[in-house]
T-cell receptor
C-alpha cells in the first residue's frame, strides 16, 4: 500500500531564510504527488503537483518541489520564507488512476522574525 | 466561485447525540470527498462520491457514520450516536474529472467536539 512520510513534525525558519520540507513516499510505480498548505482554521490549499515530465515543479506562492525517483522523495522548497508562510504543510500521494489521496502527517512551519 | 462550502464551522455536542455535517461542492464538480483530521491519525479519507454515488466508503470508521449525496450540490455526513473519539475536524473536498491530475479543492472544515 502506498504511504507518505514527512519526517519533520515542526520546523522553525527565520524570515528570509530558505526552506526545505521533506517528503518520502512508498509506492510501486510513479505516483501523482502533491503538496498542500493549511493555514490555521482553514482548509487545505494546493501548492503544486507532479505527474510526469520535468522533475522540478513550480507552484504558487514561490514554492517549488523536486521529484527524485531514486530517493522516493518529493521535497518542497522556497528560497526566501515570509512570515505569512507559517502554516502546516502536507505531502500527498495519489496512485495513478485512483481517486484516493494518501496524506502525510504534516509539517508545521514556524517563521521567526 | 465560492469554493467548497461547509456548515456548521463549529459544532459542540454531547455524547450520544446525532450530528450532521453539510457540504456544498463547487458547481460542476463530479467528485466529492469527506476527510477527517485528528492529531493522532492525521488526514484520513472517509468516503468519496462520483456523480452522487458512493464509490468507496472503506474509510468510514464504523456503522455510526453515514454519508449521503442526494444531489450534485449537497452532501451530508452523519454520526449517530456521536462519541468523544469522533472529535476532529471534518473536511469536504470536491474535484472535476476522473484523472489523477485533477485538483481536489477543500472546504474550510467543520470542527466537531463531542463532550
Amino acid at each position: 500500500a502506498q504511504s507518505v512520510t514527512q519526517p519533520d513534525i515542526h520546523i522553525t525558519v527565520s524570515e528570509g531564510a530558505s526552506l526545505e520540507l521533506r517528503c518520502n513516499y512508498s509506492y510501486g510505480a510513479t505516483p501523482y504527488l502533491f503538496w498542500y498548505v493549511q493555514s490555521p482554521g482553514q482548509g487545505l490549499q494546493l501548492l503544486l503537483k507532479y505527474f510526469s515530465g520535468d522533475t522540478l515543479v513550480q507552484g504558487i506562492k514561490g514554492f517549488e518541489a523536486e521529484f527524485k525517483r531514486s530517493q522516493s522523495s518529493f521535497n518542497l522548497r522556497k528560497p526566501s520564507v515570509h512570515w505569512s508562510d507559517a502554516a502546516e504543510y502536507f505531502c500527498a500521494v495519489g496512485p495513478t488512476g485512483f481517486q484516493k489521496l494518501v496524506f502525510g502527517t504534516g509539517t508545521r512551519l514556524l517563521v521567526s522574525p | 466561485d465560492a469554493g467548497v462550502i461547509q456548515s456548521p464551522r463549529h459544532e459542540v455536542t454531547e455524547m450520544g447525540q446525532e450530528v450532521t455535517l453539510r457540504c456544498k461542492p463547487i458547481s460542476g464538480h463530479d467528485y466529492l470527498f469527506w476527510y477527517r483530521q485528528t492529531m493522532m491519525r492525521g488526514l484520513e479519507l472517509l468516503i468519496y462520491f462520483n456523480n452522487n454515488v458512493p464509490i468507496d466508503d472503506s474509510g468510514m470508521p464504523e456503522d455510526r457514520f453515514s454519508a449521503k449525496m442526494p444531489n450534485a450540490s449537497f452532501s451530508t455526513l452523519k454520526i449517530q450516536p456521536s462519541e468523544p473519539r469522533d472529535s476532529a475536524v471534518y473536511f469536504c473536498a470536491s474535484r472535476q474529472g476522473a484523472g489523477g491530475t485533477d485538483t481536489q479543492y477543500f472546504g474550510p472544515g467543520t470542527r466537531l467536539t463531542v463532550l
